[in-house]
């Protein structure tokens, strides 16, 4: 089956009931829907649409597509999981005049940590000067002499 998406201009060929190939401006994008995956890698690593993925399920779900997007997405971005990450009060760090750690934290003392240090003398990246960027003198080409080395001004005839 070829169905052309007008929006996007993506054509979108299926392979099997959940494998699709979609060709765009991009190039040519491998979707499998059961696994949730493109190889444009956005759907696998986000775990969110691509467009590719967006097509695909257009493609196998017609009209009722925007009802199946949150069924292939991560429950990370549905509103029931949104709401359970903030349903709990999320307080500031007051400031540091304000804390009262407890005394044995207090007396304890760290030590700080091991540095191992390079054989040899520390290499340093220099800084360029600000006259650096200009290169050092340019010798011109003479037009009459056709030899390196003359500055191009006007001679004086005898």
């Known amino acids: 089956m070829t169905n052309k998406n007008p929006e996007n201009k993506l054509l979108v060929h299926r392979i099997d009931e959940d494998t699709f190939t979609i060709t765009g401006e991009s190039g ?9 995956t493109c190889s444009c890698r956005k759907f696998d690593l986000d775990k969110i649409h691509c467009s590719h993925a967006m097509a695909a399920l257009r493609s196998k779900f017609g009209d009722e ?59 340093m990246k220099r800084v360029p000067g600000v006259a650096e960027g200009f290169s050092k003198k340019k010798f011109n080409k003479f037009s009459l002499r056709k030899r390196f080395g003359h500055k191009k001004k006007k001679h004086a005839l005898q």
Do not use: H
Not at 107 to 112: A, H, S, V, Y
């Open 28 to 36: 040519v994008s491998m979707v499998d829907l059961r696994r949730k």
């Open 65 to 123: 597509y925007g009802k199946m997007i949150y069924e292939y997405s991560s429950s990370y971005y549905k509103v029931e999981s949104y709401v359970l990450a903030y349903a709990d009060p999320i307080f500031p760090v007051p400031a540091e005049e304000f804390w009262n750690p407890p005394p044995e934290i207090l007396q304890r003392r760290i030590p700080p940590p091991e540095k191992k240090t390079k054989r040899g003398r520390k290499q």
